[in-house]
């Protein structure tokens, strides 16, 4: 256990961030994960309303650093063409 005053802050504050990047990561993998069972089901119409909330969340999980930026962009770029190519 922290000792010193700015220890036992620090604690407290990664605490708090651990559990808010934790839910953001949550909603990240939820909502991956619906998007990919529909591309595997062939699913194009529900593939291509998903997907700028897919793109959505990714972004502002970059946006709070949550994932890194250039991972969402990745993620954004395979799952567009995915649902592109059924369609």
Known sequence: M???KSAKKAL???KKRTV???TVKVGVK???KELK???AAKDTKGALELMPQVAKVL???AKVNVI???AAARYKSRLQKAV???A
Do not use: E, G, M, S
Request: glycine share 0%.
């Open 2 to 4: 922290p000792i010193k």
């Open 12 to 14: 407290r504050q990664t």
């Open 20 to 22: 808010k990047n934790r």
């Open 30 to 32: 939820r909502v991956l």
């Open 37 to 39: 069972k529909k591309i």
């Open 59 to 61: 972004d502002k999980a």
């Open 68 to 70: 890194k930026k250039n």
């Open 84 to 86: 592109n190519k059924i």
